[in-house]
């Protein structure tokens, strides 16, 4: 009452300001913006005065399992043609809760059957959700979510295979953990086929 509370809020505000200067005398010498070492400090309990990361120049270092739009990925051989793990099977269209996927299957001209390659694969960022249920579901480990979340556009843009595609060596990075599991069983499912040849 009578405009205490007011007041109380407003020292608040005045202490982190005096704080935040404090706590710069006290990093001088060492990098307190724009290092990781000084987001994580201002990230940890123990900071003082300002709390806020300097979007854009600063980003916070997403967790491993951060996902944002889905990407596809393929592997290069030694030529450096890329071969999509999708094989248009399509699941993810019928998981996709907001149906923002949509696949055009591929045949072959001669004999017009259906080739294990999408000829065109899209995916509208503005309706995905980032659920994961495509990645979750794709029984190839063809999608996997992204940690790019800077798509920021002054148009509508729907996201094509080209836009889409990822090569293998960008999941491993992103997602290491993941990667050695993935890699890991099938080394596993590989030896046991193998020892099944040899028996």
């Known amino acids: ?81 890329k071969t999509y793990r999708c094989t248009s099977c399509g699941i993810c269209t019928k998981v996709c809760p907001p149906q923002c996927i949509w696949i055009v299957r591929s045949s072959d001209p001669a004999t017009n059957r259906p080739i294990p390659d999408p000829a065109e694969y899209y995916i509208d960022p503005d309706l995905c959700m980032n659920c994961g249920l495509c990645a979750e579901y794709c029984p190839f480990d063809a999608i996997k979510m992204d940690h790019n979340y800077e798509l920021a556009a002054y148009k509508r843009t729907i996201l094509d295979k080209a836009l889409l595609g990822r090569p293998l060596a960008y999941y491993e990075e992103i997602r290491p953990f993941n990667a050695g599991r993935e890699h890991a069983a099938r080394a596993a499912k590989e030896a046991h086929r193998a020892a099944q040849k040899l028996e």
Request: charged share 30%.
């Open 1 to 81: 009452m009578y405009g205490k509370g007011i007041l109380k809020g407003l020292g608040v505000s005045a202490w982190h300001f005096i704080e935040t200067y404090l706590e710069d005398i006290r990093w001088l010498g060492r990098k307190r913006y724009g290092s990781p070492e000084g987001i994580a400090h201002r990230a940890g309990k123990k900071q003082r005065g300002i709390f806020t990361v300097q979007y854009p120049e600063e980003k916070i270092p997403v967790p491993e399992e951060f996902r944002f739009i889905p990407f596809l990925v393929y592997e290069t051989d030694r030529d450096g043609n």
